[in-house]
């Protein structure tokens, strides 16, 4: 199908079609991680670019707005409406930074229903997803405790977005395509980030020990590489009792690979230090003491 939107008859209709491509953000190409942030319609006549970014989510991945305004005016200024569909992707895909989708289409019998396709791709492809990222998991007591305590102290959000505001968050997506989930995130000058373990029902170092622990390696390790120009300390905090933190000792090794320091829930002196790291840096005045 060529570059121009297209129509045919059908009971007396006209119905066009039109070609799109998402445009899509690889701040980290390396790692394979995309951010989709907007769509190009391939008009006959023009190019009709929209931006769907949320600020939040490319101050997260410090991507600044006039980058991607910048990917907007140079696909415009790019774009040639007289040659065909495949050579005026390629032309538009040449810069660094973004890349383009595979070509989609959609169609309209009338005009009114143009914005309302462009929003119903911008739910399904732009927006949905970035909700998807940041649902929550199934969480562990331990996790769940946490939570609590923060709740408790008026730290904890909901919203990921509010981790602006020195709050803290929840299942924070990172790593390849935010497939990864940092457990809670805190940012006041740098990230303060935490990952959680419960071998509260473990006895020894099994695979579902050394797969929790290395899980919460990597996550780490990729938190790291997204927010190294920031600033990132790696908390692990997990909860044992005194024979079990031995019988799980390959696992924490592995776990605390990346971590600055970690923490047994099950130590009141571990859990008042953790406390007030977190609480110190949310800005709250009080002190966590049992």
């Known amino acids: ?74 696909l415009r200024e790019s774009d040639d409406p007289s040659i065909e569909l495949d050579s005026r992707v390629a032309r538009l895909s040449k810069a660094t930074g973004y890349t383009l989708s595979e070509i989609g289409w959609f169609t309209i019998d009338s005009d009114n229903q143009y914005e309302q396709r462009i929003s119903d ?61 940092i457990d809670f995130m805190l940012k006041n000058s740098r990230y303060h980030a935490t990952e959680t373990i419960d071998f509260t029902n473990s006895d020894h170092a099994g695979s579902a020990e050394i797969k929790n622990a290395a899980l919460a390696s990597v996550t780490f390790q990729h ?24 019988a799980v000792g390959p696992a924490l090794k592995i776990a605390q690979r990346e971590a600055i320091e970690s923490f047994n829930m099950e130590s009141r002196e571990d859990k008042a230090r953790y406390l007030d790291i977190i609480l110190n840096a949310a800005g709250h005045k009080s002190l966590w003491r049992s």
């Open 1 to 74: 199908m060529d570059a121009k939107s297209t129509k045919w008859t059908k009971e007396s209709a006209v119905v066009h079609i039109f070609n799109y491509a998402l445009i899509r953000l690889v701040p980290f190409a390396h790692r394979g991680d995309v951010l989709n942030v907007g769509l190009v319609v391939f008009k006959s006549d023009r190019l009709d670019v929209r931006l769907n970014a949320s600020p939040q989510l490319l101050n997260y991945f410090n991507v600044s707005s006039r980058a991607v305004e910048w990917i907007a005016t140079h």
């Open 121 to 181: 791709i911008n739910s399904e492809y732009i927006e949905k997803p970035k909700g998807q990222s940041a649902k929550k998991k199934a969480g562990s007591k331990l996790s769940k405790d946490l939570r609590k305590i923060f709740k408790e102290y008026d730290v904890f959000s909901g919203d990921i977005h509010d981790i602006d505001r020195h709050r803290v968050v929840a299942n924070l997506p990172v790593g390849p395509s935010g497939k990864l989930h």
């Open 223 to 246: 938190a790291k590489d997204t927010l190294s120009n920031v600033g990132i300390n790696c908390y692990l905090v997990f909860s044992a009792t005194t024979l079990v933190e031995r």
